[in-house]
Each structure stands twice: as C-alpha cells, then as structure tokens.
C-alpha cells in the first residue's frame, strides 16, 4: 500500500492531484443530486417494507393462537365424552346399589362428572370468544396490510421512474469517479473521503471564497492564500478541515473587487481636469 501511495505522488504533481480531486467532488456533488431527486423514496419503501413483513408476521400469530384455542376445545369437548361416559356408567351401577354407601359414593361421582362437562363447557366458550377475537384482529390487520401493499407499489413505482430516469447518468458519474481515483494519492483520497462522509453538504474539497473558506466561511490569511495558489502541497482548512485550494484552479473566474477600479477611474477624472 505504501508503495503503491508513493507511485501516485510520484506520478501526478500535487496541482494535478488537487485538480482531479476538485473534479472528482464536482462528480460526487452531482451524484448525492441524484440522490436528494430520490428524496426519502428509498426510506419509505424499506419503512414499508419492514411494516408489511410485520402485519405477516402478525397475521400468523394470529392464527396460531386460534389454531391453539381449536386444539382446547377440542381437548375439552374430548373431556365431556369422557365425563358423559362415565355418568352413563355410574347411572347403570347406582340401579344396581346393594347399600347407602355405594349410592351415596356413586352419587358423587355423577355430581363431580357434571361439574367436569360445566367447566369444559366453560373453557369451551373462553376459547371460542377468544378465537373470535382473534379472527376480528385478522380481519383488521388484512385490511391494513392491504392498505399498506397498495401504498408501497405505488411508492415502488414511483422510485423506479425516477431511478429509471437516473441511473445511466448515476453509472457514467460512478464510472468517471472510479477513473478519477488512481490520480489521487492513498493518503489524500481517504481524507477526503472522511472529510466528505462527516461534512453535511457532503463537501470535502472546496476554493477560496472571499478571501474565505468555501466551506466554513471563516476567514483565511494572506500568507496561507498564498500557499495555497503556490500548489505546492495539499493545505486544509484549519477550522472545518476541507481541503482548499484556489478558485483558478478550481476554474472558477472571480470578479476583480471594485475597490481596485476606482483609482483607475479618480486619475482618468483628473487627467480630464488639467486638460
């Protein structure tokens, strides 16, 4: 890597590696343009997205937990055949009782069985109440995911015209990025990227405004401007830490300050004067 750093700065000057890195954020600008087109299309797909898995999910839930309240009741319907099987047993053996004992015993039995079917009975109808509950939220929870399909195919359609009408200008950008690279040394290339990553406006490299940073806007010394119209070596901003360089380079053309034309303009007027 060290070696392959020194051939770039071997091979380029630092003016022509400042030159391809302004050009090389001139097309980066463009593309995250490309992207603030897209606007939060992509987001509110993924949101969408994300919301319509969960209904699924939820939906299934749904239905597991009425499956498992089909799988109670018939638990408990299981329970009362057993019960009313065994009342019908005990009622032929209480015909046949030979004492007190053993009517009174089976008597209990019988009593005991029809408590078991009334509370079967009971969990029966818990179950079932529950269970449609449950349908009720299935019901809700389709009409909302169904809301929501209909809102994410329209948000899908129109993210694909506007990346459809994008994308081979996107491309080409990446592509003359990509060509871009290989004339910036390794070093400079991923402050810049760091730069660029933390900066808002997405910004790494930036020419000298008004005697100021284009960045920041704080102001920059003479004696710095000057190294920086020198191209000598790579100088960043010592309060934003953008890279800069000189609007001439950056082929920018500036206005010359009124306030270097106006003595031109006093010694015509007094030239006038003598005549």
């Known amino acids: 890597m060290a070696t392959t750093s020194k051939t770039k700065t071997d091979a380029y000057t630092v003016e022509q590696r400042l030159k391809s890195l302004y050009e090389l954020q001139r097309i980066l ?22 919301q319509i898995e969960g209904l699924h999910t939820r939906i299934e839930k749904y239905k597991a937990e009425i499956e498992d309240y089909r799988v109670k009741v018939n638990a408990e319907q299981a329970k009362i055949q057993t019960s009313q099987a065994k009342i019908e047993k005990y009622k032929e053996q209480i015909d046949n009782v030979r004492n007190n004992r053993e009517y009174d ?28 509950i449950k349908h009720a939220d299935i019901e809700s929870t389709e009409a909302e995911l169904s809301d929501r399909e209909h809102i994410l195919e329209a948000k899908r359609q129109e993210l694909d015209e506007i990346v459809s009408e994008t994308k081979e200008t996107e491309e080409n950008l990446r592509a003359q990025a990509l060509a871009l690279e290989p004339k910036i040394d390794d070093r400079t290339l991923a402050a810049f990227k760091r730069i660029r990553h933390n900066a808002r406006n997405g910004l790494g490299i930036v020419y000298i405004q008004r005697n100021a940073c ?19 070596k790579i100088i960043v901003c010592e309060y934003c830490g953008r890279i800069m360089i ?12 009124a306030a270097e034309e106006k003595p031109t303009r ?10």
Do not use: W
């Open 29 to 50: 600008s463009e593309i995250d343009r490309i992207r603030t087109v897209r606007g939060e299309l992509p987001l509110e797909v993924s949101d969408l997205e994300d």
């Open 105 to 132: 015993l089976l008597s209990k039995e019988i009593e005991f069985e029809a408590l078991e079917i009334e509370l079967a009975e009971k969990h029966i109808n818990e179950y079932r109440r529950a269970s449609d």
């Open 214 to 232: 284009g960045g920041c806007f704080n102001r920059i010394p003479p004696q710095k401007q000057m190294e920086i119209k020198m191209h000598k």
């Open 246 to 257: 000189d609007p001439e380079l950056a082929g920018v053309k500036t206005e010359v300050p």
């Open 266 to 275: 006093k010694r015509a007027s007094r030239a006038s004067a003598d005549k």
